[in-house]
């Protein structure tokens, strides 16, 4: 005779929703580290971008204009990032707690399932003793 865990399509399914949650946690993170690069990016074009206009003099009005209207887009698009990245965070957060409760409804399954093997294997060894105890019962009595 062999284990079977009684609530083994329960312990299934909290693995598969544990498995879920780290998915959705990987997108999330990997979500915020994209706004992260973009950000950096933005980071760097805005220094080469003034560290060019140091270099150069501007001459015509319109290229001033022009600089100016680059720096104010950059500078929304950095904002915009920022709340993004605001964002981003809350949802690891809320995704990190949904993994933690799914990996605790997933261990306290598996304790039930270790209680419920030990039960199993001590039933097992009184069987087998008994079985013994009834091998040796008969013998002495021949």
Known sequence: MTF????????????????????????EMKRR???????????????????????HKVHDIRKLRNSYAHLEHAHNVMGKLDRDMKKADKAISRERDKLIVAHREMHIMEKVRDREYTIYKTEMERADQKAMDEIATHSFNR
């Not at 879920?20 to 946690?25: A, F, H, P, S």
């Not at 074009?45 to 270099?55: C, N, P, R, T």
């Open 4 to 27: 079977r865990f009684s609530l083994d399509p329960v312990l299934r399914v909290r693995e598969h929703k544990e498995k879920q949650q780290k998915q959705k946690l990987a997108r």
């Open 33 to 55: 580290q994209n706004l992260a690069d973009q950000k950096k990016d933005i980071a760097a074009e805005l220094e080469s971008f003034l560290g060019q206009k140091d270099i």
